[in-house]
């Protein structure tokens, strides 16, 4: 199913123009308009998923093997030295289309900090008291 004011089911489709690196029958793979560094591209499934959670089974077992996928063949071909893998739930994670998506960023030696943070601390009794609340949802 596809959303039709979505801009990436759209893209995703094939109705609007980008530069497809990978297409199969449940994706097509582009590079980002606005890279976080060279080859930086989106695993964009066809069908709509706002998120993470909404996604369902069958698609959720084929993207993170696509994400390797498509990682190996950057190391391969552009150089990199590794690459990440992201993808970002909710508005305060920083999600700005509401599409299922995942960033391929390859890492350069030497090329600037992204995706880090400074490790905070917890006590065990907090980590406990977490760890509660959520089984309690699961």
């Known amino acids: 199913m596809t959303h ?4 990436f089911c759209k893209i995703a489709n094939g109705v609007i123009p980008s530069t497809t690196l990978f297409e199969d029958s449940a994706f097509r793979v582009i590079l980002d308009l606005g890279p976080a560094s060279r080859g930086h591209a989106l695993i964009l499934p066809k069908s709509h998923f706002a998120d993470v959670c909404e ?4 698609t959720a077992a ?6 390797a996928k498509i990682g190996s063949a950057m190391k391969k071909s552009l150089g990199c030295a590794g690459f ?3 993808q970002n739930n909710g508005e305060a ?3 700005t289309v509401f599409h299922f998506h ?3 960023i390859p890492r350069y030696e030497n090329g ?3 995706v880090s943070w400074t490790p905070g601390k917890a006590s065990p009794e907090e980590l406990a008291e977490v760890a509660e609340k959520i ?3 699961l």
């Open 4 to 7: 039709e004011n979505c801009i």
């Open 102 to 104: 995942m960033h391929v």
């Open 135 to 137: 089984k309690g949802s």
């Open 112 to 114: 600037p900090a992204m």
């Open 55 to 58: 996604l369902d089974e069958e």
């Open 84 to 86: 990440n893998l992201v």
């Open 62 to 67: 084929k993207v993170l093997p696509l994400g």
């Open 93 to 95: 994670a920083g999600q």
